[in-house]
């Protein structure tokens, strides 16, 4: 169960009527989910690994229909549509794309999902009012990529250190609009190293981290992503897996949250800037590995394309993304007192 007490003192009466009534609610969908009693999953094991059913996905989770068709099956409720595909590495929530840890497989005519995905990345999204100790914030620390000789990507309209620092300006100000207090990490075209940055999101008492980057490679690619710390025991979204990936990282304490607040932001994001969307993935980047607080990283836009480099000079688009992670971060918060965190972006492909 979370708890949010001595947050909740600080919300509006009603909004904090709310959210008792909606604690209420989950905790009594705890003691007597809609299967009657204690639920047995049915796990299965596949090269060496733990699975589930999404038949049993279903049931747990109350969705009203599971549809297959093909390689494809669907898990649909009235707020929610999940789309698996079969040996797929990604699915969709709501037509957001989210990065597996291990792909959708089907044995023996049942679609499987990966203990793994179910509990570090389904069930944080679909009840983050489940998620154990999540922690009440107030600040958000921002942190500005790159700076001073670290330019980070350079595109034919700007360096990544520039725009970055420009979003979280914006960002800045946006959170303070929404009642948050802020830490940038840097202020100016300084130098910082990735271990600093984390050392001040670790000092920081009561707050959530958010790092804003911008993209590189090649003149074409193109679209947002947002990067949340991988799993101990599974591949970053761009690597095999390897034996380093067995250490638990000390970011690895938040992994529900962290996934949360990925998905809150990066569906934000992309409703309101209207970008490709590359994904929630998975990465081990050392300020995400190394902070004790939620935190997640941002990758805004390609400045290395010809036609998104020129969207992401223009102030408008910065101010936009901006406002679009400050609004969902508001969403996280919002989410971990709600009974779902549906992330919202038009019907499901
Ligand atoms: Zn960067």
């Known amino acids: 169960m979370v708890r949010l007490d001595s947050f909740s003192s600080q919300l509006p009466l ?3 009527r709310e959210w008792l009534r909606r604690v209420t609610m989950s905790a009594l969908a705890l003691t007597a ?3 009657g009693g204690a639920f047995e999953w049915k796990v299965v094991q596949e090269n060496g690994r733990d699975y589930v059913r999404l038949q049993d996905i279903k049931t747990f989770y109350t969705f009203p229909r599971l549809q297959r068709e093909g390689r494809n099956s669907w898990l649909r409720s009235n707020t929610m549509i999940i789309k698996f595909s079969n040996e797929a590495e990604d699915i969709f929530i709501n037509n957001v794309k989210f990065c597996l840890s291990f792909p959708i497989i089907e044995r ?3 679609v499987l999902v990966s203990r793994m995905d179910l509990a570090k990345l389904l ?3 679909i009840r983050p009012t489940y998620i154990e100790n999540a922690q009440p914030f107030d600040t958000v620390v921002v942190d500005a990529g790159h700076g001073g000789h670290d330019s980070g990507a350079v595109g034919p309209y700007g360096a990544e250190k520039a ?3 420009d979003t979280c300006f914006r960002l800045e100000k946006a959170l303070k609009i929404l009642g948050y207090k802020t ?3 840097r202020r100016s075209d300084i130098f910082l190293t990735l271990g600093e940055r984390v050392a001040i999101a670790n000092r920081t008492p009561r707050c959530i981290f958010v790092s804003v980057h911008y993209n590189s490679f090649g003149s074409s690619a193109m679209g947002l992503e947002t990067f949340a710390l991988a799993p101990q025991g599974t591949a970053t979204t761009y690597d095999e897996l390897k034996s380093s990936d067995m250490n638990n990282r000390r970011g690895n304490l938040r992994d529900s949250e962290n996934i949360a607040l990925a998905t809150a932001v990066h569906a934000n994001s992309l409703y309101k800037l209207r970008s490709v969307d590359r994904g929630v993935k998975r990465a081990r980047y050392s300020v995400i590995s190394g902070i004790e607080k939620p935190g997640i990283l941002v990758e805004g836009g390609f400045v290395s394309s010809s036609t998104e480099g020129a969207r992401i000079h223009r102030p408008e688009f910065r101010q936009t993304l901006a406002d679009a992670i400050a ?3 508001g969403n996280y918060r919002k989410a971990l007192m709600k009974r779902s965190s549906v992330p919202q972006r038009g019907r499901t492909s």
């Open 33 to 35: 989910p809609a299967t």
């Open 123 to 125: 069930d944080p999204i």
């Open 183 to 185: 830490i940038l990490t």
């Open 14 to 16: 009603h909004t904090r």
């Open 327 to 329: 609004g969902g971060i």
């Open 108 to 110: 023996d005519g049942s």
């Open 163 to 165: 725009y970055t620092l």
